[in-house]
């Protein structure tokens, strides 16, 4: 999935995490890429991990890996009107 606003040799991996309520995780969106861990520093380096591996022909030819992680958080509290 190329992005152009990051230039030809670049590729661009969007992953969205989670937490499933025992772990974070993180899928890609575009990619069939998904990795977990139990804090979400380890799940960063995870993501690292899975989408050089999941790129690895392209890395070796060259091109540039972007990730772009999007979170998705419940947010509660907000009082009714």
């Given at each position: 999935?190329?992005?152009?606003?990051?230039?030809?040799?670049?590729?661009l991996a969007k992953m969205e995490t989670y937490f499933d309520g025992e772990y974070w995780c993180a899928r890609?969106?575009?990619?069939?890429?998904f990795t977990q861990d139990?804090?979400?520093d380890e799940l960063l380096k995870n993501?690292?991990?899975?989408v050089s591996?999941?790129?690895?022909?392209?890395?070796?030819k060259g091109k540039i890996i972007?990730?772009?992680?999007?979170?998705?958080?419940?947010?509660?509290g907000v009082p009714p009107s």
């Open positions: 999935m190329k992005n152009h606003a990051y230039g030809h040799n670049t590729v890609g969106t575009a990619e069939d890429v139990i804090t979400y993501i690292k991990e899975a591996l999941y790129f690895e022909d392209k890395l070796a972007e990730i772009l992680v999007m979170s998705e958080m419940e947010i509660s």
